[in-house]
Nanobody
Framework: QVQLVESGGGLVQPGGSLRLSCVVSGTIFRFYTMDWYRQAPGKQRELVATIDSSGNTNYTDSVKGRFTISRDNAKTAVYLQMNSLKPDDTAVYYC?????????WGQGTQVTVSS
């Protein structure tokens, strides 16, 4: 069974940094594209960043230059380094992948950016 477990969220002041982690089990991790999504209150879930099996990355425009997605295949983990955080980054952040054409999600981790 595929499981994704996120950690690393919390409360941070504007301009601060956080690093989210997602540990994946139940798949041959190194072959899979991994994503980070987020959902703010009253808004739709949006794709934040993607990393494929070759390490190629993509970001939504609002986080380019501030967020970095990375992966460690030996640890079957994907990370999201978030710098220069803004109040608009406040959301629940979810790790996501597809396995056998089914989507899998983590439980989410809350990120709150506030002074």
């Amino acid at each position: 069974q595929v499981q994704l477990v996120e950690s690393g969220g919390g409360l941070v002041q504007p301009g601060g940094s956080l690093r989210l982690s997602c540990v994946v089990s139940g798949t041959i991790f190194r072959f899979y594209t991994m994503d980070w999504y987020r959902q703010a209150p009253g808004k739709q879930r949006e794709l934040v960043a993607t990393i494929d099996s070759s390490g190629n990355t993509n970001y939504t425009d609002s986080v380019k230059g501030r967020f970095t997605i990375s992966r460690d295949n030996a640890k079957t983990a994907v990370y999201l380094q978030m710098n220069s955080l803004k109040p608009d980054d406040t959301a629940v952040y979810y790790c996501h992948t597809f396995h056998l054409n089914r989507p899998y999600w983590g439980q989410g981790t809350q990120v709150t950016v506030s002074s």
